[in-house]
């Protein structure tokens, strides 16, 4: 939620994203919205019991916890893209490499790229040069028109939204490991990139010091 008493910073970031989300869709500059989370990934240390007729299936309280994972989600909402790396840490360099695999992979062909995020430390020009030699740092840095959230107000990218989606379908169960991981998030992104799903936008009330009431797009999942 919108804090009560909004500074300047808080309403100057929300109405800089919230411009950016109401531009028309231009596909020399493809808006992508970045974010990521972690899941933990359990072994089962007993079978679980098979669903039935009228019950779900039961899993024992018992378990193994097998190491962390890390997924980046990639989410064009105008396009009705999305991708998730899985990778086994999210450092700098980690964060780095997907910005490089978004520019030269998946928008090759982009004049800029316009990158909607949330504050982490990792999510800085800093981390180009973390990982990559300085030219090819500058060069991945300029394929990039720079928006950030908000402090307090990540809930303004629509990664976040498309990551709780990803959350309640795909990744409210227990996952062994990496491969497995991998094998269902590729399952769920074909599933909705099939299917082109975008966003819709709902209205934002207007918050005190700001010039406009605006709106965001919040993931839909009405194909699903």
């Known amino acids: ?14 109405e800089d994203v919230l411009e950016t989300y109401q531009k028309p869709r231009e596909p020399d500059r493809p808006l992508v919205c970045l974010d990521e989370t972690s899941k933990q990934l359990i ?11 009228g019950q779900p299936a039961r899993h024992d309280y018992e378990y193994e916890r097998n190491g962390v994972a890390n997924l980046f989600m990639m989410f ?6 999305r991708h998730v790396k899985v990778t ?12 490089k695999e978004l520019s030269d992979l998946h928008f090759p062909d982009a004049d800029k790229i316009v990158l909607v995020q949330d504050n982490l430390s990792t999510h800085t020009t800093a981390s180009l040069y973390t990982a990559f030699p300085a030219p090819e740092a500058r060069r991945l840095a300029n394929r990039f028109e720079w928006h950030y ?3 307090h107000g990540s809930w303004l990218d629509m990664a976040e939204s498309e990551l709780a989606v990803l959350t309640s379908q795909c990744l409210s169960r227990r996952i062994p490991d990496k491969p497995t991981l991998e094998k269902e998030v590729a399952a769920w992104e074909r599933h909705r990139n099939k299917h082109h799903v975008k966003a819709v936008c709902n209205s934002l009330p207007k918050t005190p010091g700001s010039s406009s009431r605006g709106s965001i797009p919040n993931s839909n999942d009405s194909h699903d």
């Not at 064009?76 to 893209?81: F, H, I, K, V, Y």
């Open 88 to 99: 086994d840490h999210h450092a700098a360099v980690d964060y780095a490499q997907v910005l």
């Open 149 to 151: 959230t908000p402090k």
């Open 76 to 81: 064009a909402p105008l396009e009705g893209w």
């Open 1 to 14: 939620m919108i804090p009560p008493d909004a500074n300047a910073g808080f309403v100057a970031a929300m």
């Open 43 to 53: 072994i089962e240390t007993r079978a679980p019991i098979p669903a039935k007729p």
